[in-house]
Protein backbone atom coordinates (compact mmCIF):
# COMPACT_ATOMS: atom_id res chain seq x y z
CA UNK A 1 0.00 0.00 0.00
CA UNK A 2 1.76 3.26 -0.61
CA UNK A 3 1.51 5.99 1.18
CA UNK A 4 -1.38 8.09 -0.32
CA UNK A 5 -3.68 5.17 -0.12
CA UNK A 6 -2.62 4.57 3.45
CA UNK A 7 -3.24 8.59 4.05
CA UNK A 8 -6.51 8.72 2.19
CA UNK A 9 -7.80 5.59 4.20
CA UNK A 10 -7.19 6.89 7.23
CA UNK A 11 -9.52 10.17 5.97
CA UNK A 12 -11.96 7.34 4.42
CA UNK A 13 -11.91 5.57 8.04
CA UNK A 14 -12.15 8.21 10.44
CA UNK A 15 -14.31 10.53 8.65
CA UNK A 16 -16.71 8.12 6.63
CA UNK A 17 -16.35 9.58 3.74
CA UNK A 18 -15.38 8.82 0.48
CA UNK A 19 -12.04 8.89 -1.42
CA UNK A 20 -13.67 11.22 -4.19
CA UNK A 21 -14.34 14.38 -1.86
CA UNK A 22 -10.54 14.25 -0.26
CA UNK A 23 -8.97 16.63 -2.75
CA UNK A 24 -11.13 19.58 -1.03
CA UNK A 25 -11.36 18.42 2.01
CA UNK A 26 -11.14 20.54 4.69
CA UNK A 27 -11.90 20.62 9.10
CA UNK A 28 -15.77 20.88 9.56
CA UNK A 29 -16.71 20.45 6.09
CA UNK A 30 -19.32 17.48 7.94
CA UNK A 31 -19.75 16.77 11.33
CA UNK A 32 -17.51 14.19 11.75
CA UNK A 33 -14.47 16.18 11.51
CA UNK A 34 -14.94 18.44 14.54
CA UNK A 35 -12.48 17.92 17.14
CA UNK A 36 -12.83 14.93 18.55
CA UNK A 37 -12.67 13.54 15.38
CA UNK A 38 -9.40 15.83 14.13
CA UNK A 39 -7.85 13.88 17.47
CA UNK A 40 -8.43 10.64 16.51
CA UNK A 41 -7.50 11.45 12.53
CA UNK A 42 -4.42 12.84 13.77
CA UNK A 43 -3.80 9.84 16.15
CA UNK A 44 -4.45 7.48 13.38
CA UNK A 45 -1.46 9.48 11.29
CA UNK A 46 0.96 9.13 14.12
CA UNK A 47 0.41 5.18 14.05
CA UNK A 48 -0.07 4.80 10.81
CA UNK A 49 3.01 6.42 9.60
CA UNK A 50 5.29 5.88 13.09
CA UNK A 51 5.45 9.51 13.98
CA UNK A 52 4.72 12.34 16.55
CA UNK A 53 3.34 15.79 15.25
CA UNK A 54 4.05 18.56 16.59
CA UNK A 55 1.23 20.85 18.64
CA UNK A 56 1.53 23.52 16.35
CA UNK A 57 1.28 21.29 13.57
CA UNK A 58 -1.85 19.44 14.67
CA UNK A 59 -3.44 22.99 15.15
CA UNK A 60 -2.53 23.57 11.63
CA UNK A 61 -4.12 21.03 10.11
CA UNK A 62 -6.90 22.01 8.40
CA UNK A 63 -7.17 20.64 5.48
CA UNK A 64 -6.48 17.17 3.72
CA UNK A 65 -3.60 19.18 1.32
CA UNK A 66 -2.63 20.59 4.04
CA UNK A 67 -1.77 17.48 5.79
CA UNK A 68 0.37 16.19 2.96
CA UNK A 69 2.46 19.68 3.55
CA UNK A 70 2.66 18.92 7.05
CA UNK A 71 3.62 15.26 6.99
CA UNK A 72 6.42 15.87 4.32
CA UNK A 73 8.44 17.64 7.22
CA UNK A 74 7.87 14.09 9.04
CA UNK A 75 9.97 12.59 5.76
CA UNK A 76 6.56 11.05 5.03
CA UNK A 77 5.99 11.39 0.74
CA UNK A 78 2.88 10.97 -0.19
Known sequence: MTNLEKYNQVF????????????????????????????SM???LEETFDIMMDTEDIIDFSSYEKGKEILSKYDVVI
Not at 16 to 35: C, F, H, M, N, R
Open 12 to 39: VQTFEVSEEILPGYKYQDTASWDSVGHM
Open 42 to 44: ISS
